[in-house]
């Protein structure tokens, strides 16, 4: 995940001119497909070329607070993939689980925050009955051999966290961390979402939005913290069998 501000300064890779960016502060993204309207920044604009007092349209944050999620073709590929795995479990939701009691009806089914990390679509997805952190396979990438239920384990810049393998009919094999068993504790679609935007934000040790939801960001904390210690004590129970 390369911060903007420090490609400016030259201590990272220079920026690809389709590169979509989105502030770290308030999550609105950058794509210079569409430009800025607001700032009367016209289409086809590259990030580099934003003029130096340039802002976030939504919270005024700097260039420096953009954090770079890729080419347009490598979120337009991992956002099919999110799409697939959305149909899935809307299907998964339609078929088996709408009558089950541990649905929260106030919650629908999204795909959070879809990147590409090492290579492949990596973000959570939000359902009325678990919050997971969802892995999918890069394009030509084949995943059709997982084995559901085998546990991996996958690194990430705040440490290494346990997935297991799945598969659906459409996303065919996917990995899945799960975070949220049960989404009975939230209250809507809108508090769920920032969570999951939490989550990616701590996964890739990125800053936290300013005025948060501060029982959001412990619980993500815990949940995260809880996740590398069984991950820890799985490797030392494996390593001494």
Known sequence: MTRLGDAYLGAGPAIDPHAIAECQICWTPYDPEHGDRFRQIDP???FAALPDEWCCPKC???KSEFLLRGSRASQDAAAAQAARLVADFQDLYTRKMREVP???SALEIEAVGFRIHAGRPVGVLVTPWLMSIVALPAEGEDWS???TGTAEYLPFPSGEYEFTHNRRERTGGYKACTLFASMRDFTSQEQAVAVAHRVLAVLFNEAQPAGEDRQAAEA???VLTVGQARTAEARVHSTGD
């Open 44 to 46: 086809g604009t590259p």
């Open 60 to 62: 005024d944050a700097p």
């Open 102 to 104: 541990l649905i929260n």
């Open 145 to 147: 051999a997982l084995v």
């Open 220 to 222: 993500t904390e815990h």
